[in-house]
């Protein structure tokens, strides 16, 4: 166990993902699919919404019989029948006629646009009382309501087209993308009871070191409670895979030994949360190279928390140690692990930067940084309260600054603690990045955030 | 029912909100409560973490030792023993003395900080193999290893103190917080195994409407399948909620009351997807109106997508009526329902604007906006591509956007398109606000974006 691995950088270890394969594939009906990972590209069957619909109350009508209508000059249409909801009408629109419609009803053929019931007043009758007539059914009617069009409307107008949302054949959805709300109502319209989504990622967590004891037990002096099984678990959770818990196991090479082979067989992932002493990675590195079909990928990061992370290839699954503080640990999940875990979720697009939104704010204190590493500090977001022009915080003796202040209205308070204390990241809102080739990065600079989750 | 309402503004609907309390509460274990709603304040019942641990691999000293140490001028300290990790250490560190000790390694008394292994070098000796001894062992070392310091230390540092975390007492987690898993952390930290919390509310989906049919259905023509109970589901998922479905409700007074009767019933609060014409809104408000210990609070918000909202607390729950058009009950949903389901959610604050992040952006494009409503726009966020400062979408015609547009890295577009096209909702990023008071914003300007939750 003396391989001297080389500190990789993040772009390096981000490449890494691709070579790990997405879980396989289930069907599950639609209404349990919100925020899957769709598995197939999916084409519309039919136009939708499949007929002429109107996006208003008012009359359908054949709109060159309104053009020039106006409020002196209003054109006069014979009201020949009403639409009922969901029905298909009987009867057709010719030049000079109207039918009564309600928002969603189908327009009649020879009906290409709807007026708006504002823009009508009904002459001589009650148009509400008919209801759909045919050619036949009209000739008996003995009195025909008039109503008059105050404002003319272009073709298409306050309708939707039978195709105007999907054409059939169109790809609607795309394989490796989330199904949100939207999407999932889209595959409804097709009558899609079902859909093709990844199945849901199983991350196994191995917990070690002497000093870690299960938290319903009262710590000795000089142990801790396992913090670290319940963060990495609530960041699973967070990405929308399964977290399994394997215990806490004693630095004892054959105990970890099993505990890996163990969560290697049930699980697509797993993390080692481990120490972040040197005798501990040597030792999970021991460990993970005595694994059958297993190859060190990486072992040490050029980031900062984080650099000692182990990353290794066994058969087709990652396996990472994980640096023992809490902070390193979360910061390596968000911005090393994740990218992994979107990749066998099924994501086309793992990179973190790609896969989430990045927030610009203005940050209110410099901070250093070296070169050669990218740092990730932890930063609280607050909003600008509307003519508090004077915030304490960030002051206004920066030319950047006093530009940007107007305009922009989320700032970046760097939180600086130490790696090993929760509460740092307790009142982080998100993650600031400074790049390897950056020194640091200075009061009033616009900046770009990754986001915590946060809700209050 | 020809009471007459008073369209409400966004403002005022949000005040109401305050109306309705939040669910009841319950224990559940730690490993279940992530992302759910704390409903009692926590306080440290000990310190965190409880003793002085070492922040790296090296020697505890007392910084005192090291001070003036340096390459040229080292320190020479006697190595008395090494600290096991998760043990008490037996003996105590006087002036002159260092201990050998990793990282997470609780520090011996006398001992208030720790040199970086690589700022040290042992001379005489392995100090490694000696293990932790008392006084009197230490006087039965026949040879005692020395220690060169080659860079002073100060009191604390490379460690973290006994209550540098959390001090005994301090409150560490507020009651109507998201639990994230940095505050489930904290908890397990404190030997914590169950949190109180909010329930999760149920909340009932009654679609109404002659022209729609369920999903596995093939419409008629001028029939449409249920899209909003899935849309409408799937956001209540988003937003922690348990969505119940009551099913598609003809027309018909009776049933919707019986409907509205079961489903205020069972769940903390109930949509009404409906129709968007007049008549519809009428039928809702009639039946409304009919249930027992029921009163109409809003009838028309002043927003587009979204007018022909109707909101009613029957007994202590919010019942609403909500519009046909997909993208309007979306929106209102996102905009409107949410901050009141965030009070029965248990959260403190309940407004989506400090629920939430919003996204700084350059639009691309002016969007026209009526005055005296709200508007709110679908857009596509993109990032500029580095280099591409030529992008097509943006141009630099525009001062103020010439001005941002090397800065500011987020775009805006905006989707045009009617409310009843669920593509524009699918091809959407987040919602664009503009204020009533407001008649329009500019390609160029920085606005602020609602963000829709993406992957990609």
Redesign the interface.
Known sequence: MNHFFKVQSLEQVALLAHQFAAVTIEKVP??DS??RVLAKDIEATHD????R?A?M?GYAVNSSSTFGASESNPAWLEVIGSI??????SFSIQSGQAAKI?????LPDGADSVVM?EHTEVIGGESSSLTGVDREDKAQVSYIPTVEIYKSVAPLQNV?DKD???KKGEK?LTS???L??????????????ELPVYKIPKVGIIST????VP?????????????????????I??AGAIPV?YGIIK?NEEALLNACKKALDETDMVLISG??????RDFTVKVLSSLKDTEILVHGISISPGKPTILAKSGIKPIWGLP???VSA?VVFKIVVLPFLRQIQG???CKPK???????AILTKNVASAQGRTDFVRVK?F?KIDGDSNNSNVGNSNSQYST?KD????FAEPILG??????T??M??GLLEIGENVEGVERGD?V?II??????
């Open positions: 639609i209404s919100f925020f939708i919404p499949g007929f619909r996006t109350d009922s909801m969901g029905e298909s009408p309600s928002t969603g009803g189908m019931v939707i105007e949302d999907f609607i490796g993308t989330l949100r709300p939207q999407e999932v109502g889209l595959a409804a319209a097709l009558g899609i009871c070191g002497d000093e870690i938290i319903d037990k009262t710590p000795q002096l000089g142990k801790i409670r396992d913090i670290n099984s319940y963060t990495l678990a609530g960041l959770v967070e818990q630095d120490g972040s002493s040197v005798g501990n023992g503080h809490v979360m994501f086309i697009s790609d896969s989430s939104i990045l927030i610009p977001l909003r940007l305009k922009y209205e989320i130490k790696s090993g204390l929760i509460r990241m307790v982080a809102d616009l770009n986001p915590l989750r946060t809700l209050e």
